[in-house]
Each structure stands twice: as C-alpha cells, then as structure tokens.
C-alpha cells in the first residue's frame, strides 16, 4: 500500500473543473516535479497553491492545487488534489503526467478503501460513501449521511460492547470452576442476556428491512389480465403516456418501467405483460416474466376490470400474489359494475378509473399506508441499509439462538461461550473488525474510481 495512487476524480466529461486527485507517500513530490509555482514541498498542509502543471516544458494547465499533508486527510496519507480546467483532453494529459512520474493509476474505490485499510473509517462507513454518491431519493441520502456519521457503526459497537462482558463473566466461570455457586448465578445472567441480546438485534434486523426501501426504492409490479388498465395505471402515476395503451389486448408484451417519488422515497413502477395463454411467442416470454417478476417485487398491484366478472385467471392472479404486500386496484368504475368479489377476506382494494385521474390520489396513498411511509421517515437511522449487513445480523442472530439452545440442553458453559464468540465475530464482521481479501475487493469494486 506504499505506493502512491492516482484517478480523475470528477465525472468525465466537459465542466468547469476537473479534479486529479493523489495519495500516497510520494503524492507531494511526484506533483511537484511536474508543476511550476511554488515549491510544494515546503508549503503548508491544507493549502491551495497556484500554478500550471507541466510537462518538461510544454505548459499542459493551468491549475489550483490542494495539499493535504497525512494524517488528517481523507485516507490518512499525503493526499493532493489538482483542479484543473474541465475538459476531457486537458483532464487526461494531467492524469498521464501523473503516471508517467510514478504514480499508479487507482483502482475502483482505493481511495476509500485506504481510509478503511488506515483505520479512518470502518466499513459500514465505507460502504455509506459510496450510498452517499448512488442515492436516488432525499431519503436515501439522509439514511447514508447517518450512517457515514457512525450511527450504524456504534450501535454495532454496543451490541459487541455487550458480548465482550458477557463473555467476560463466562470466562470467570470457566478459570473458577471451583466456585459452583457462580456457576448457577452465571448460567442464569447468561440466559438473560442472551434473550435480551437476541430481542435487540431481531429488531434492528426487522426494521433495516425498511431502510433498505427507503435506500433501493420500493420495487412495484403492476400485474393483471390483458385490456384491464395496467398500462393506462402506469401512465397515470408517472404523469405521461410512457406505456402504449390501446383495446387490443396483448399490447404490452414487454415490461416498461418508471420512477415516481411518494413522500421522498422512491417507487420503481414495473409494468408488464397481461397475463392470458397465448400463442404468440413474444408475448408468451412476456407473460412468464410477469408471473416471475411477482416474485422479487415488494409491493404487487393487481388489477381487475370493474366492467367484467371475475375470471378463472384474475383468480389464479389473486392467489399467486396472496402472500405479498399486496394492492387490489378495481379499475373501470365508470363502467357497469360487474365484478363481484365473493372471497371477502381481500384487503388493500382501492377503486380507479384510469382514463381520468380518478382513484390515483387513493392508490397512492394506499401504499403511503401499506409501507407505513411516514413512520419509516422519522425513525432514527442508526440500522442496517445493505444485504451485506443485514445476512451478517442474520448469522449472528442464528447463533445467538444456538447459544440459547445450548443452555436448554444443558450443554458445557465453554460450548455456550463458542457460539457467543461467533457472534462477536460476525458483529465485528459488519464493521470490518475482521474481513477478508476477496471480501473488500468485491465491495470496493462497485465503487466509482477516484473516490
Ligand atoms: N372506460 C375505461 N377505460 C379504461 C380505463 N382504464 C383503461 N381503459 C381502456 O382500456 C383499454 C386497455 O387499457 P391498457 O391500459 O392498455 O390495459 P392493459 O392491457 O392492462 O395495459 C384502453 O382502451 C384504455 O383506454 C378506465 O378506467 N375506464
Ligand atoms: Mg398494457
């Protein structure tokens, strides 16, 4: 990690200012043998020095460069920033000057990665970086700026605090066999800690599955038979006419997709193929990526034509989406009625008419309720926001339940203690107290360069 690193790190692309950012022992000395100005060794840290970067003697910039002396930096290391002017070509040359003077070009999310490898920043950290840089809603930017001032981070701390004493006791008992009245005591605090352990992080666990939508946005799927009004809902809650909408059934055949935004989070809108048996061999690979898109949905509406009975298929519709967080939108109800729901146990159902904007306010609200949106909002971000984090709680969750197992079946208070330690570990793992190689490239790979 000595060597010093170097990436464009503004988007690449014609603006007022690019950034060429260093880091590493040599980053003050390799800029400087390519500036002129003044000598950047020996001016102070955190200072912006005017100059023009060359290259022997053809000017290539003109420039404004920040020196940031280790340790107080953004990795920990001397890092150097040149703002240059922004354009691609002159960008570059700046770059490959760079390089040519020894540094190397960066990989994805080295920079963050030494701040992480320097115990700057832990991992949670780490990984709310780059959320701070992929958010898409207002929301998921203010659950990463929590996470990045360490909410997530302690909370874990705390949990591990909790271990670290309780496994503590233990060892007291393990060193001091001899004292059995410990034992009894000892098994007994063990018992409760442990169920108030396993309560505490059931519920981080349960409500991190919400800052994930508020992260990722709610992924919505419109499903239904063919000529209901799918695609005219779609239009509707997008606000224009993204889906093709005719009579003739049949006429989505692929799936279109939208954005919208409810109360600062987002929803992915999905439409798709109307579900019928057909023939046609285009429609058919349309109308099996519906049923499957159901599975991976988090919120399905079904639509059902107020103007028809109930079919045998918007019955099978109804029943493969039973157990998801589900909508029932019965549109055309400026038409005769004629649906009639026998199975009276449907809830969720709101009542539209997709040629005007009539219902919409509802529907929308109606999921503003079903996500319990307004509470997610206000609640304290300090949880888990990434499947990365959330299968690890899950693990240490298990062995919490192993843990609790063993004292039911009498097992040795040093069988007890292994399960515990897996715990701690796997807490530890979350905020990068252990980690692996493979582990970190895979995260800091999905990063962009230069940060
Ligand atoms: N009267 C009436 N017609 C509608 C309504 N919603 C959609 N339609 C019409 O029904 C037909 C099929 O609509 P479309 O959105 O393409 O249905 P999809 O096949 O489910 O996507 C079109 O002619 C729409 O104009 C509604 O609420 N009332
Ligand atoms: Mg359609």
Same mark, same amino acid.
Request: charged share 30%; glycine share 6%; with cysteine.
């Given at each position: 990690?000595?060597?010093?690193?170097?990436?464009?790190?503004?988007?690449?692309?014609?603006?007022?200012?690019?950034?060429?950012?260093?880091?590493?022992?040599?980053?003050? !000395?390799?800029?400087?043998?390519?500036?002129?100005?003044?000598?950047?060794?020996?001016?102070?840290?955190?200072?912006?020095?005017?100059?023009?970067?060359?290259?022997?003697?053809?000017?290539?910039?003109?420039?404004?460069?920040?020196?940031?002396? %280790?340790?107080?930096?953004?990795?920990?290391?001397?890092?150097?920033?040149?703002?240059?002017?922004?354009?691609?070509?002159?960008?570059?040359?700046?770059?490959?000057?760079?390089?040519?003077?020894?540094?190397?070009?960066?990989?994805?999310?080295?920079?963050?990665?030494?701040?992480?490898?320097?115990?700057?920043?832990?991992?949670?950290?780490?990984? %709310?970086?780059?959320?701070?840089?992929?958010?898409?809603?207002?929301?998921?930017?203010?659950? %990463?700026?929590?996470?990045?001032?360490?909410?997530?981070?302690? $909370?874990?701390?705390?949990?591990?605090?909790?271990?670290?004493?309780?496994?503590?006791?233990?060892?007291?008992? =393990?060193?001091?066999?001899?004292?059995?009245?410990?034992?009894?005591?000892?098994?007994?605090?063990?018992?409760?800690?442990?169920?108030?352990?396993?309560?505490?992080?059931?519920?981080? =666990? &349960?409500?991190? &599955?919400? $800052?994930?939508?508020?992260?990722?946005?709610?992924?919505?799927?419109? +499903?239904?038979?063919?000529?209901?009004?799918?695609?005219?809902?779609?239009?509707?809650?997008?606000?224009?006419?993204?889906?093709? +909408?005719?009579?003739?059934?049949?006429?989505?055949?692929?799936?279109?997709?939208?954005?919208?935004?409810?109360?600062?989070?987002?929803?992915?809108?999905?439409?798709?193929?109307?579900?019928?048996?057909?023939?046609?061999?285009?429609?058919?690979?349309?109308?099996?990526?519906?049923?499957?898109?159901?599975?991976?949905?988090?919120?399905?509406?079904?639509?059902?034509?107020?103007?028809?009975?109930?079919?045998?298929?918007?019955?099978?519709?109804?029943?493969?989406? &039973?157990?998801?967080?589900?909508?029932?939108?019965?549109?055309?109800?400026?038409?005769?009625?004629?649906?009639?729901?026998?199975?009276?146990?449907?809830?969720?159902?709101?009542?539209?008419?997709?040629?005007?904007?009539?219902?919409?306010?509802?529907?929308?609200?109606?999921?503003?309720?079903?996500?319990?949106?307004?509470?997610?909002?206000?609640?304290? *971000?300090?949880?888990?926001?990434?499947?990365?984090?959330?299968?690890?709680?899950?693990?240490? *969750? !298990?062995?919490?339940?192993?843990?609790?197992?063993?004292? &039911?079946?009498?097992?040795?208070?040093?069988?007890?203690?292994?399960?515990?330690?897996?715990?701690?570990?796997?807490?530890? !793992?979350?905020?990068?107290?252990?980690?692996?190689?493979?582990?970190?490239?895979?995260?800091?790979?999905?990063?962009?360069?230069?940060?």
């Amino acid at each position: 990690m000595n060597d010093t690193i170097v990436a464009i790190s503004t988007a690449l692309g014609v603006g007022a200012i690019s950034i060429v950012r260093l880091s590493g022992n040599e980053a003050i !000395e390799i800029v400087n043998n390519c500036f002129k100005g003044k000598d950047l060794t020996k001016v102070q840290s955190h200072t912006i020095n005017y100059g023009h970067i060359v290259d022997k003697d053809e000017i290539i910039d003109e420039v404004l460069i920040s020196i940031m002396k %280790a340790p107080k930096t953004y990795t920990t290391e001397d890092v150097v920033e040149i703002n240059c002017h922004g354009g691609i070509i002159s960008t570059k040359r700046i770059l490959e000057t760079m390089l040519n003077h020894g540094a190397r070009l960066a990989e994805p999310g080295e920079f963050t990665k030494r701040a992480f490898l320097n115990g700057r920043i832990d991992l949670v950290k780490s990984e %709310a970086v780059m959320d701070i840089i992929d958010s898409k809603s207002e929301e998921a930017n203010k659950l %990463a700026l929590s996470q990045l001032s360490g909410t997530t981070s302690n $909370m874990i701390k705390n949990f591990r605090e909790k271990l670290k004493q309780l496994l503590a006791s233990i060892e007291v008992n =393990i060193d001091y066999p001899e004292y059995h009245d410990i034992e009894v005591v000892t098994i007994e605090k063990v018992k409760d800690s442990i169920k108030e352990l396993k309560k505490e992080l059931q519920n981080v =666990i &349960k409500e991190s &599955k919400n $800052m994930t939508l508020i992260k990722d946005g709610i992924k919505t799927v419109i +499903v239904g038979r063919p000529n209901v009004g799918k695609s005219s809902i779609l239009n509707k809650l997008l606000q224009q006419d993204k889906a093709i +909408v005719t009579d003739i059934a049949g006429t989505t055949r692929d799936i279109v997709e939208g954005e919208i935004y409810l109360d600062g989070i987002l929803l992915n809108i999905i439409d798709t193929a109307g579900i019928r048996e057909t023939e046609d061999v285009v429609e058919k690979i349309g109308v099996e990526k519906s049923l499957s898109m159901i599975d991976d949905a988090d919120l399905v509406i079904v639509v059902l034509n107020n103007n028809e009975q109930l079919t045998e298929k918007d019955q099978e519709i109804l029943n493969k989406t &039973k157990d998801k967080n589900r909508i029932i939108v019965i549109n055309k109800t400026d038409l005769a009625d004629k649906l009639k729901l026998e199975n009276n146990d449907l809830q969720n159902i709101v009542r539209t008419n997709a040629n005007s904007v009539e219902g919409i306010k509802e529907l929308k609200d109606k999921i503003i309720e079903l996500f319990q949106l307004e509470k997610i909002k206000t609640k304290d *971000y300090n949880y888990l926001t990434n499947s990365r984090q959330i299968s690890l709680a899950n693990k240490a *969750y !298990e062995s919490l339940q192993e843990a609790e197992q063993g004292i &039911k079946d009498n097992l040795p208070i040093d069988m007890i203690e292994i399960d515990l330690k897996e715990t701690f570990d796997l807490l530890g !793992e979350i905020i990068g107290e252990t980690y692996s190689d493979e582990i970190l490239d895979h995260l800091f790979a999905n990063f962009c360069v230069g940060k």
